[in-house]
């Protein structure tokens, strides 16, 4: 069965503290992987997708990596306003659209 | 600039009320889709349209039903609403390449009483 999980389930960093979230899949054949960024009522914001192992994107303080079983997210020097559930996505080669989601990181980066 | 758009951010209906939300993209997609997030439980997928006038059903389709007759709008319909209905939906849309990103709106909040 098709699975995407997310480690850790929450995160608290004081601000300047460097860190990572994970997000390891477990599919029959991957077609993309999509982080967003989500705050509290909001929609996901999109940041990233990645497309196949060793492909990095990176954004302001973010940095997104991906190998063939899971993706990093790396929060460099991080600020309160980085504070946000971040959620992980996969598309799979199966022939539809969907998406498999993992539940998500809830970041507090504290001042 | 990416835009999806609902038409409410927070509803209230009593048990048993049909309810309406819709949904619009400005960035000519083939792809919308319907979700409902819960805590704990994560993004789960209701429908999803294709095409106009086509769809699919998603995860957890039972209670719902869906609307396409315009490209760039997507209405979710809950027939007759329940409480375990409850929840934050949300819409998106994406291309049909096979590979493209979704773009979320900003939700509507629902409140089944």
């Known amino acids: 069965e098709d699975q995407v999980t997310q480690s850790p389930e929450a995160l608290r960093l004081q601000e300047g503290e460097s860190s990572s979230l994970n997000c390891s899949y477990t599919v029959s054949g991957l077609r993309g992987l999509f982080w967003y960024r989500q705050d509290p009522g909001k929609g996901p914001e999109f940041l990233f997708t990645?497309?196949?192992a060793g492909e990095e994107k990176e954004k302001e303080r973010l940095k997104a990596t991906l190998t063939k079983k899971e993706s990093f997210l790396h929060i460099t020097a991080p600020k309160p306003e980085d504070s946000a559930t971040y959620l992980c996505a996969v598309q799979t080669s199966s022939g539809t659209y969907k998406y498999i989601f993992g539940t998500g990181t809830r970041l507090k980066v504290l001042a | 600039d990416v835009k999806v758009t609902q038409s409410s951010r927070y509803l209230v209906k009593r048990t048993g009320e049909k309810v309406f939300l819709e949904c619009v993209q400005d960035?000519?997609?083939?792809?919308m889709f319907w979700y409902r997030q819960d805590p704990g439980l994560g993004l789960r997928l209701i429908y999803f349209s294709y095409d106009v006038k086509m769809k699919e059903k998603g995860d957890i389709p039972e209670g719902y039903s869906v609307s396409r007759e315009k490209k760039e709008r997507f209405s979710l319909i809950l027939e007759s609403a329940s409480t375990n209905q409850t929840s934050m939906y949300l819409c998106a849309s994406g291309g049909a390449s096979g590979k493209e990103t979704q773009y979320f709106g900003p939700g509507t909040r629902l409140l089944v009483l």
């Open positions: 960035m000519d997609h083939e792809n």
């Open positions: 990645l497309y196949s």
